[in-house]
């Protein structure tokens, strides 16, 4: 403040205050008033006074499963409890949950994710810096990239940004086209700033980005030849196109955009606007934009309106797109070569356009209780609102993690429930990769790992899905399961509970005695408050002729020159053996 106020003013003080753990009720923030060599007159003072939150029960309380197969043994996984607070805090994961903010981002050959303390990790290639200066070229296991802070990530092929709680804009890897949008086409191989302030979110193409501000703006930079930024240039038709420039520079998409969800394809870019509307941008030789028409010289640069309301995210492909509505249907567009769409066909031509197979107008999948889609270069993936995992489309790497490599050309369930937050990898040249996150916090990936992208200390690829490390992406909470005496504790005896929340049977089920079991537990929080429920185990009937089942892993692994063995268990499934 200046020393001496004269006059007739107005002075206006702004604060913003995070008090944890107080030890006081009540606390001056600041004085203000005359003040000469001797006194002072006229003070006044702003003061806070604090009020102790009210501590929060658990509010979710769920069992991963609730099913037993008769005959198994005494100490039978049944599922695991799951429990949540309604005070969830203010971890960077539970703030990037939005329709724009994402703490998973996959890119060609690498991938980056947020903690929920704002660290920053990733793992895979590092050719050119996208991984930043900590990490080596090729990450096998996940390396911290930035200590804390950040809020939203994004990845394009070589190049990967980031969000940080003060709004300020970072990038880094490969700049050939200005993707970072720091001014320059140098490859950066270390975080730098591009913007100080005002961004929510940020995603990224192929070889450009796409950023959106805290007011709705949306800006945009990098490769532009086919109008993929939406800035007005670049694209048109076979007669009159002419390449679009490319912007080194956060460059606004139109003015009044209001955008709340964005994504960038190979060549195209897809908005979703405040009023539910979804525009879309740049080239269109598959149908990507979804407006009608193809081609393959782009859209003049300029965005079209292609649904005029009721979307609520959108996610791109390598020419596809796919997006949500309200109602929790799923619709697609585009590329279709492999079933990406999951409409039940595939083929077709690799590039242009088969009016037989690709779709040039969007085209539903599904009716409902769709809640989050990522779109891979050629595989989809996708989140009901039980919590389930689901995938379609390319599986040459086992990107559908069905431990198959076989394609799918309708959605195929890959992980029953419990499933967070996911994303699919964007391989230019084929193949892919696929994350996800367990509301346990636990981390896990599947499909192509040529470069370590998967995080698992290797370079195999993967069928099935595999937890990268013993790294959580969320914190696991402390919470205390029990069993309790109470309505629908009749069958507790048969159960117990470990340290982990774990369920697992005390006996042995024959389902023709009796084919449901209750049970009541208990939920304790780190504040002491307790929430009881009671869960129906049900027992799975098993067939007189049924087949014995192995019970040792299906995969290993084997370096040359190596002597290994392999120890193979099974069991019958209709007696305990």
């Known amino acids: 403040l200046p020393k001496e106020l004269t006059g007739s003013k107005e002075l206006w003080v702004q604060m913003r205050l995070h008090v944890s753990r107080a030890p006081n009720s009540s606390y001056t923030l600041a004085q203000f008033g005359r003040s000469t060599a001797n006194a002072k007159s006229n003070v006044f003072e702003i003061k806070a006074g604090l009020k102790t939150a009210e501590k929060k029960k658990p509010t979710e309380f769920t069992l991963s499963d609730a099913t037993v197969e008769e005959n198994k043994p005494e100490g039978t996984v049944v599922g695991s409890f799951y429990a949540d607070s309604l005070d969830k805090g203010n971890g960077s994961l539970n703030s990037s949950l939005g329709l724009s903010r994402h703490i998973l981002a996959a890119g060609d050959l690498h991938t980056v994710f947020i903690k929920e303390d704002g660290?920053?990790?990733?793992?895979?290639?590092?050719?050119c810096g996208q991984l930043g200066n900590r990490a080596a070229r090729e990450q096998l296991t996940p390396v911290?990239?930035?200590?804390?802070?950040?809020?939203?990530?994004?990845?394009?092929h070589y190049h990967t940004h980031f969000v940080?709680?003060?709004?300020?804009?970072?990038?880094?890897?490969?700049?050939?086209?200005?993707?970072?949008?720091?001014?320059?086409?140098?490859?950066?191989?270390?975080?730098?700033?591009?913007?100080?302030?005002?961004?929510?979110?940020?995603?990224?193409?192929?070889?450009?980005?796409?950023?959106?501000k805290t007011d709705g703006t949306l800006l945009a930079s990098g490769y532009n030849r086919f109008g993929e930024l939406g800035v007005g240039d670049g694209g048109g038709s076979e007669q009159t196109f002419t390449p679009g420039i490319d912007r080194v520079l956060p460059t606004q998409v139109l003015d009044g955009m209001q955008v709340i969800s964005m994504a960038g394809g190979r060549f195209h870019s897809a908005f979703v606007k405040s009023d539910g509307s979804l525009w879309t941008t740049g080239r269109n030789w598959a149908g990507q934009l979804g407006n009608g028409s193809t081609s393959f010289y782009g859209s003049n640069g300029t965005p079209s309106k292609v649904v005029p309301a009721g979307v609520a995210t959108v996610t791109t492909g390598r020419d596809h797109t796919l997006f949500t509505k309200t109602d929790g249907s799923l619709w697609g567009m585009?590329?279709?070569?492999?079933?990406?769409?999951g409409?039940?066909?595939?083929?077709?031509?690799?590039?242009?356009?088969?009016?037989?197979?690709?779709?040039?107008?969007?085209?539903?999948?599904?009716?409902?209780?769709?809640?989050?889609?990522?779109?891979?270069y050629q595989h989809s993936l996708f989140l009901m609102e039980d919590g389930s995992l689901w995938g379609m489309g390319l599986n040459d790497k086992g990107q559908l993690g069905d431990g198959s490599n076989t394609n799918s050309v309708t959605p195929k369930r890959i992980i029953d429930a419990d499933v967070l937050a996911i994303?699919?990898?964007?391989?230019?040249?084929?193949?892919?990769?696929?994350?996800?996150?367990?509301?346990?916090?636990?981390?896990?990936?599947?499909?192509?790992?040529?470069?370590?992208?998967?995080?698992?200390?290797?370079k195999f690829d993967v069928k099935t899905p595999v937890q990268v490390t013993s790294l959580r992406v969320l914190e696991k909470k402390n919470f205390t399961f029990s069993l309790v005496d109470g309505?629908?504790?009749?069958?507790?005896?048969?159960?117990?509970?470990?340290?982990?929340?774990?369920?697992?049977?005390?006996?042995?089920?024959?389902?023709?005695?009796?084919?449901?079991?209750?049970?009541?537990?208990?939920?304790?929080?780190?504040?002491?408050?307790?929430?009881?429920?009671i869960f129906v185990i049900s027992v799975t009937d098993v067939a007189e002729n049924a087949a014995p089942v192995f019970t040792s892993s299906p995969t290993a692994f084997i370096r040359e020159?190596?002597?290994?063995?392999?120890?193979?268990?099974?069991?019958d499934r209709k007696s305990v053996v």
Do not use: C
């Open 343 to 376: 409409d039940g066909t595939s083929g077709g031509a690799f590039e242009g356009f088969d009016g037989g197979i690709d779709k040039k107008t969007p085209a539903k999948i599904l009716d409902a209780n769709v809640t989050k889609v990522s779109a891979g």
């Open 164 to 212: 940080k709680n003060d709004g300020s804009l970072w990038g880094m890897g490969r700049n050939l086209f200005g993707a970072l949008g720091d001014g320059t086409t140098t490859n950066r191989s270390s975080p730098v700033q591009i913007l100080s302030s005002g961004v929510y979110s940020v995603a990224a193409g192929a070889w450009h980005s796409l950023i959106l």
């Open 119 to 127: 660290s920053l990790w990733g793992m895979g290639s590092n050719n």
């Open 334 to 341: 585009g590329r279709n070569n492999y079933g990406q769409l």
């Open 487 to 533: 309505n629908g504790s009749q069958d507790n005896k048969l159960f117990t509970i470990d340290a982990n929340g774990t369920l697992k049977t005390a006996a042995s089920f024959d389902f023709e005695t009796k084919s449901s079991h209750s049970i009541r537990v208990q939920v304790t929080d780190e504040n002491n408050g307790t929430v009881e429920k």
């Open 144 to 156: 911290k990239i930035v200590d804390g802070g950040v809020v939203a990530v994004a990845a394009g």
């Open 423 to 458: 994303v699919a990898g964007k391989n230019h040249r084929g193949g892919g990769h696929s994350l996800f996150v367990k509301k346990d916090g636990t981390l896990w990936s599947m499909g192509e790992n040529s470069y370590g992208q998967l995080g698992i200390g290797s």
């Open 561 to 571: 020159n190596e002597t290994f063995a392999i120890d193979a268990n099974a069991t």
